[in-house]
């Protein structure tokens, strides 16, 4: 079964801290994505990226950057942690004219 | 930029009801998506279209082009549809999404 994978469904971190979110696809999709959900307002791009080192900003960069050194893996860096970027952040893959692949989440807690 | 309407925001109907969401959205694109997400956060594609319509199992989704507008329809629904619905257009990848319609399908 085809899947995508994210590193922690659930996690605490402190303000100021460095946060990594992990994202790994086992389908050889070029492109992966990053969102993140809060209540009201869906889901908001914050980085994509099409191929290995390439990488776009979306909608809402600020705070965030990304790395994607490996074509299954695709990183979500949090330089420095603030409460509001306490949310759910999900990690997805296509590939060209196919639907999207999700993972499954991680809710972020920043205190 | 996008906007993305989706209608109703909510929505509870008894099992075995016909079900149908829109989605309304403003300006040109080149693909709208359909996804549900089931409480705990799970998301799954459920249609990627550019015209006409696609039917998979119990599910209908429609779009009209000129109207800017696409519907999702449920058959027979059953307490398992019981999601969110959302809605995502845009020109490319970076998409738009709706803020969803939350179904219950009461037994």
């Known amino acids: 079964d085809v899947k995508v994978t994210q590193s922690s469904r659930y996690l605490v971190k402190r303000t100021g801290e460095k946060v990594f979110l992990e994202c790994v696809q086992d389908?050889?999709?070029?492109?992966m994505f990053w969102y993140r959900q809060d209540p009201g307002l869906g889901l908001r791009l914050i980085y994509f990226?099409?191929?290995?080192?390439?990488?776009e900003k979306g909608d809402i960069p600020e705070g965030y950057s990304v790395s994607r050194e490996k074509k299954e893996r695709f990183s979500l860096i949090l330089e420095s942690a603030s409460t509001n970027q306490t949310s759910m952040y999900l990690c997805?893959?296509?590939?060209?004219?196919?639907?999207?692949?999700f993972g499954s989440g991680t809710r972020l807690t920043v205190v | 930029k996008n906007e993305v309407e989706q209608s109703p925001q909510n929505l509870t109907a008894q099992e075995g009801e016909f079900i149908t969401i829109n989605c309304s959205y403003s300006?040109?694109?080149?693909?709208l998506h359909w996804l549900q997400q089931h409480p705990g956060g799970g998301i799954v594609s459920l249609f990627m279209?550019?015209?006409g319509k696609k039917k998979h199992g119990r599910l209908i989704a429609t779009i009209n082009i000129q109207e800017k507008h696409s519907s999702l329809h449920i058959t027979a629904s059953h307490p398992r549809d019981s999601a969110v619905y959302i809605c995502?257009?845009?020109?490319?990848?970076?998409?738009?999404f709706g803020t969803g319609t939350r179904l219950t399908i009461i037994p």
């Open positions: 995502a257009v845009g020109p490319n990848e970076k998409l738009t």
């Open positions: 389908m050889d999709h070029e492109n």
């Open positions: 990226s099409y191929d290995v080192k390439m990488k």
């Open positions: 997805a893959s296509r590939t060209g004219g196919f639907g999207y692949t």
């Open positions: 279209l550019s015209s």
């Open positions: 300006v040109g694109i080149s693909a």
